[in-house]
């Protein structure tokens, strides 16, 4: 994706990178834009703020950590997209405080809704974001995906948990505040207001595979990223991924 010297970090990106390049595409070509306004609402130190000021576009990152805005200005500098990255402090539920309502062409929220209060109202939020034809990229965790690694951990009394708590949290100890089904994210877009165009999965198998065997066996990360590829359009595979990713469209938006 966006660094070659970390082809690691391609199993936790690939997949998201492939589907929000080509919505991206189609925006420009819809627009007659070559340069798009693109808002990322957690984008932390870059990782997909500066591949997208690669491809040409301006690119506004808001994020409450005034350490990864310092990373994100270091890296779009080394990457030489400094004048088309702008890094503001602040979050989801603040969003308007630091950007203007309907200015942007495309959204990204990777991330940021395990962490919000109330997804909905984040959801909403950065949705208000958009233009009349604009473009979401959403990316939260997958409650299957927990589920399934607390069970081959052999924390079974957690697994269960996890299933059955109504935020997907596996006990007192649990980081991540939210997790969701695919039917709950694309449930969320839907009544934003948004049409959704895609559902994927992500890290399907990546974080289920010893790394020492991705490391070391000729070949095996490139053939487990082009398996996450595949898998990640087959509903069947949604159910245990460790992140999803749903692609929301502005009604209208998909048919330019």
Known sequence: MSDPMRPRAALRTAVVW???????????????????????????????????????????VVDPSPNALFALERRAAEAGVADRVRGVQGDAHGLFDVVEPGGYDAVLCHGVLEYVDDPAEGVRNVVAALRSDGVLSLLAAG???????????????????????????????????????????????????????????????????????????????DALLK?????????????????????GETRGAGEA
């Open 18 to 60: 492939d589907v929000l390049k080509d919505a991206l595409d189609r925006r420009v070509k819809a627009t007659g834009r070559d340069v798009l306004d693109v808002l990322d609402t957690g984008g932390g130190s870059g990782n997909f703020a500066v591949p997208v000021a690669r491809l040409g576009h301006r690119v506004t």
């Open 143 to 221: 409650l299957g995906g927990a589920v399934l690694a607390r069970a081959l951990a052999g924390h079974f009394k957690e697994a269960k948990q996890a299933l059955q708590d109504p935020d997907g949290r596996w006990g007192e100890g649990d980081p991540v505040p939210h997790r969701f089904t695919a039917e709950q994210l694309t449930g969320l877009v839907e009544d934003s207001g948004l049409e959704v165009a895609a559902v994927h999965g992500v890290r399907v198998f990546a974080d289920l595979v010893p790394g020492v065997l991705v490391d070391t066996e000729p070949g095996a990360l």
């Open 227 to 247: 398996l996450e590829a595949a898998a990640a359009e087959v509903p069947a595979f949604h159910s245990v991924a460790t992140q999803l990713h749903v692609l």
